[in-house]
Structure formats: structure tokens, C-alpha cells
């Protein structure tokens, strides 16, 4: 069966890095599009970021774009989400997902991805 599992999350600090891990199994990896979101508690699941299954296109809502790359390795079936900057409201669970929909445009909103990992945790402190 096709699985998700984020990892490299964790306690910073306002201004510090992390990078975010998601290990992809069971599914054609390169013929999907992949992404990323979060979710803070009380709050609606946001869309982080999304790339092309050649890698080739990217694209970020305003509020990360400039300070969150998101890239791929389909030799690894693994995306990542290098996150600098990190702010307060950057905390969340960050979650990878992936999209089937190969030949049309990236997409931003959580209800067009196929399959979803567990989420890991991201905690900026101030």
C-alpha cells in the first residue's frame, strides 16, 4: 500500500532551519506531483508548497515564499521542504501529500491529493 512518512521535524528557534523528509513507497513516485501543508491546532489545513513530478515547477503562497524550497529526489522517492526563517506562525504539523494528476497544473488545494503521510511536528519558539 502507498506510504507517506514525513520526518525531520522539531523544536527551533524564531530564525533558525529545518528540513523536512518525506519518504514515499508504494506508488510510481515519479509520476506524481507532490506537496506540502500544515495544519496549527484550530486552524484549517494550509497549503506550504507543491512541485512537479519532474521537478521541474514549484510554486508557494506568499506567506513562505522566499523562505521555504521545496525539492525532490525520484531516484529516492523523497521530497523535502527546506524551511529557513522560521517564524512563530510557521508552527504547525507539516504534512506531505501527493497528486495522480501528472499532466495538469499544480495544485494548491488539500482535497485534489490522492494520499496523505502522518504529519510531523514543527514548533518555533520565539
Known amino acids: 500500500q502507498v506510504q507517506l512518512v514525513e520526518s525531520g521535524g522539531g523544536l527551533v528557534q524564531a530564525g533558525d532551519s529545518l528540513r523536512l523528509s518525506c519518504a514515499a513507497s508504494g506508488l510510481t513516485f515519479s509520476r506524481y506531483h507532490m506537496g506540502w501543508f500544515r495544519q496549527a491546532p484550530g486552524k484549517e489545513r494550509e497549503f506550504v508548497a507543491t512541485?512537479?513530478?519532474?521537478?521541474?515547477?514549484?510554486y508557494y503562497p506568499d506567506s513562505v515564499k522566499g523562505r521555504f524550497t521545496i525539492s525532490r529526489d525520484n531516484a529516492k522517492s523523497t521530497v523535502y521542504l527546506q524551511m529557513n526563517s522560521l517564524k512563530f506562525e510557521d508552527t504547525a504539523v507539516y504534512y506531505c501529500?501527493?497528486?495522480?494528476?501528472?499532466?495538469?497544473?499544480?495544485?494548491?488545494?488539500?482535497?485534489?491529493?490522492?494520499?496523505w503521510g502522518q504529519g510531523t511536528q514543527v514548533t518555533v519558539s520565539f
Open positions: 501529500a501527493a497528486d495522480g494528476g501528472q499532466y495538469r497544473s499544480l495544485q494548491v488545494q488539500a482535497g485534489q491529493y490522492e494520499y
Open positions: 512541485i512537479s513530478w519532474s521537478g521541474g515547477s514549484t
